[in-house]
């Protein structure tokens, strides 16, 4: 079982829709969490750190559920710019590593 | 523009060349890491340093050699490469804990011929 898990997509949606994307992390002990984004031949980006009592950051809303072992990502009023792939981050308690989730890719389309 | 800065930004070379990328950041980040990515697949672990000592090296092959100078800069040591070893190389730092993410550089394209 991968140790962060996520739906490739990819997601395409019309701009101005909403979008959600899903994560599940198998380690109990993470204890941080992070939305990245990437584009094509870019480096990833921190969008947004993920807290358990959820957090928002404009138009993007970020949920932790820790019982369910369960990060997810709301896009709402998708522009163009925001087709890229997005990241599902997790770092371990005592690991100074983060281990990412193999993306989910996002095409907004006019 | 990005705080990490990598050069090259792209590098071809031989199968018996010994090259260097290197890493710079000026954010008084004291942990540093080298990640390798493949392809349409996420970010893999490589080497971390934290305060200037190798704290993970993830079974990665002795042709890929880390230094960490100083604080500031990050070097990874390249020598007797494969093929498949072409990939984008990055570089990212983090507060000491790693618990607010990383900061990534821009990344060196690698192939390797």
């Known amino acids: 079982r991968k140790e962060v898990e996520q739906d490739p997509g990819p997601f395409n949606v019309p701009e101005g829709a909403t979008v959600a994307f899903n994560c599940t992390y198998s380690?109990?002990?993470?204890?941080?969490f992070f939305w990245y984004r990437q584009d094509c031949r870019k480096e990833p980006k921190l969008l947004m750190s993920?807290?358990?009592s959820g957090n928002e950051d404009g138009r993007f809303t970020a949920q932790l559920n820790r019982a369910s072992q369960y990060i997810s990502l709301l896009i709402r009023d998708s522009k163009l710019s925001d087709s890229a792939t997005y990241l599902c981050?997790?770092?371990?308690?005592?690991?100074?590593?983060?281990?990412f989730g193999s993306g989910t890719r996002l095409q907004v389309q006019p | 523009d990005t705080e990490v800065t990598q050069t090259p930004k792209h590098l071809v070379m031989g199968m018996t060349n010994k090259k260097s990328l290197k890493c710079e950041q000026h954010?008084?980040?004291?942990?540093m890491y080298w990640y390798k990515q493949k392809a349409k697949k996420p970010p893999e672990l490589m080497f971390v340093?934290?305060?200037?000592?190798?704290?993970i090296n993830e079974s990665v092959p002795s042709r890929f050699s880390p230094e960490c100078p100083n604080s500031s800069l990050l070097n990874l040591h390249l020598h007797a490469l494969q093929p498949e070893d072409s990939a984008l190389y990055l570089c990212?730092?983090?507060?000491?804990?790693?618990?607010?993410?990383?900061?990534f550089g821009s990344g060196t394209r690698l192939t390797v011929v």
């Open positions: 993920v807290y358990s």
């Open positions: 954010m008084g980040h004291r942990a």
């Open positions: 981050v997790v770092k371990d308690t005592g690991r100074r590593a983060l281990t």
């Open positions: 990212a730092s983090s507060g000491a804990s790693g618990d607010y993410g990383y900061t």
């Open positions: 380690n109990s002990a993470s204890q941080s």
């Open positions: 340093y934290s305060y200037e000592k190798l704290s």
